[in-house]
T-cell receptor, first 115, second 115 residues
Framework: ETGVTQTPRHLVMGMTNKKSLKCEQH?????MYWYKQSAKKPLELMFV???????ENNSVPSRFSPECPNSSHLFLHLHTLQPEDSALYLC??????????????FGEGSWLTVV | AQKVTQAQTEISVVEKEDVTLDCVYE???????LFWYKQPPSGELVFLIR??????QNEISGRYSWNFQKSTSSFNFTITASQVVDSAVYFC????????????FGPGTRLSVLP
């Protein structure tokens, strides 16, 4: 069983829909991340929460809205997305964002297609 | 500036061949960490190894080995006697002490092991 689980694994949504991606980590970590992986682009860090506080927001459009109710759960709320937002969205966790030596552990990802 | 280069976009080998995946990094920091991850078709990034900048010892784990050379800023990954299950995209990543866990990922190398 993976330490970081994401649901749904696959999502197809229209541009006017509202949906959410969910992530849960079972590793006792304090930092959680959302990454975006598009075809032929490097992994992009979107958001970081450390001890439930958002510490990084890498100029992500407001149509992506993160939520971190506790250290084990992370959501990504999606609203009025564009087709170019179709990508693999990866959730990850680590012990503490401020320690650059910690290993980041990833979930299996949510494949999102915007039609 | 941080930068990670994986010059090999795609590699194809026949099963049982040895293969080396190259990773070259740039950093001005004296304290940093290097990582390798494997991404099979399912999507999850699987952690393989972490190395800190003060430990240049090479490491071997089964069929996997890593060669860290600070003099050439390289952290290469070798798979011995490759197997079809090794087919995946492999990412090298860098994190610097001053940037927390704001990993910089390389573009990845797609390895195909043919039967």
């Amino acid at each position: 069983e993976t330490g970081v689980t994401q649901t749904p694994r696959h999502l197809v949504m229209g541009m006017t829909n509202k949906k959410s991606l969910k992530c849960e980590q079972h590793l006792g970590h304090n930092a959680m991340y959302w990454y975006k992986q598009s075809a032929k682009k490097p992994l992009e860090l979107m958001f970081v929460y450390n001890f439930k506080e958002q510490t990084e927001n890498n100029s992500v459009p407001s149509r992506f809205s993160p939520e971190c109710p506790n250290s084990s759960h992370l959501f990504l709320h999606l609203h009025t997305l564009q087709p170019e937002d179709s990508a693999l969205y990866l959730c990850a966790s680590s012990q503490d964002f401020t320690n650059s030596g910690n290993t980041i552990y990833f979930g299996e990802g949510s494949w999102l297609t915007v039609v | 500036a941080q930068k990670v280069t994986q010059a090999q976009t795609e590699i194809s080998v026949v099963e049982k061949e040895d293969v080396t995946l190259d990773c070259v990094y740039e950093t001005r920091d004296t304290t940093y960490y290097l990582f390798w991850y494997k991404q099979p078709p399912s999507g999850e990034l699987v952690f393989l190894i972490r190395r800190n900048s003060f430990d240049e010892q090479n490491e071997i784990s089964g069929r996997y080995s890593w060669n860290f050379q600070k003099s050439t800023s390289s952290f290469n990954f070798t798979i011995t006697a490759s197997q079809v299950v090794d087919s995946a995209v492999y990412f090298c990543a860098l994190s610097e002490a001053d940037y927390g866990q704001n990993f910089v990922f390389g573009p990845g190398t797609r390895l195909s092991v043919l039967p």
